[in-house]
């Protein structure tokens, strides 16, 4: 299996709600990225697990809770979020630490 | 951190003709810059990428080009296609695991 996957690839919530978005792969990488992207922007880094450890945060609101609960997974754990949130979540993996990043096809998220 | 600018925003070219994306970054600690085709609606797709210690590669149609001093890199699109039509992001990174992208370039192959 050579690709990230995501699920769902839309989600609609409220300001109330909590959701989860997930990713998986399989090619044996041990980094493992979340990124948003909003239209037309280039992907922003959010949180990257190495070794199933998170190592870095970028600043991001305690509303966004990334989870790693083995290698193969990842989760973004959502609650309370705002309308600026809406934006395409994006999960990619790597090899190490200068390796390719390969992404996911994203879960487009609108929070009403 | 590492600051990489693309130019232009918007290239509209003949197809067939060739088109050219630069990108610059200012961390000289930066080894690895690739490049990738984002289709509306889809994910980012590595189409290519360069290691620091390596001047020029070349996939089919496409080839990337580094030159370290200069701190920049260019992306080549010869022959292009309208299948070529994409926003491309190039990116660096200095081995932390961060991608420093680009704002993109918006690639309008005209048929």
């Known amino acids: 299996d050579t690709e990230v996957t995501q699920t769902p690839k839309h989600l609609v919530m409220g300001m109330t709600n909590k959701k989860s978005l997930k990713c998986e792969q399989h090619?044996?990488?041990?980094?493992m990225y979340w990124y948003k992207q909003k239209a037309k922007k280039p992907p922003e880094l959010m949180f990257v697990?190495?070794?199933?450890?998170?190592?870095i945060n970028e600043s991001v609101p305690s509303r966004f809770s990334p989870e790693c609960p083995n290698s193969s997974l990842l989760n973004l754990h959502l609650h309370a979020l705002q309308p600026e949130d809406s934006a395409l979540y994006l999960c990619?993996?790597?090899?190490?630490?200068?390796?390719?990043?390969?992404f996911g096809p994203g879960t487009r998220l609108t929070v009403l | 951190g590492e600051n990489v600018e693309q130019h232009p925003s918007t290239l509209s070219v003949q197809e067939g003709d060739s088109a050219v994306i630069k990108c610059t970054y200012s961390?000289?600690?930066?080894?690895?810059f690739p490049w990738y085709k984002q289709e509306l609606g889809k994910r980012p797709q590595l189409i290519i990428d360069?290691?620091?210690?390596?001047g020029e590669k070349k996939d089919q149609r496409i080839a990337v080009t580094l030159n370290k001093t200069a701190k920049h890199f260019s992306l080549h699109i010869t022959e292009t296609q309208p299948e070529d039509s994409a926003v491309y992001f190039c990116?660096?990174?200095?081995?932390?695991?961060?991608?420093?992208f680009g704002k993109g370039n918006q690639v309008v192959v005209i048929p």
């Open positions: 990116a660096a990174s200095p081995g932390n695991n961060r991608l420093a």
């Open positions: 090619m044996g990488h041990r980094a």
């Open positions: 360069i290691r620091s210690n390596v």
């Open positions: 961390d000289s600690a930066s080894n690895y």
């Open positions: 697990y190495s070794y199933e450890k998170l190592s």
């Open positions: 990619a993996s790597s090899q190490g630490m200068v390796a390719e990043q390969f």
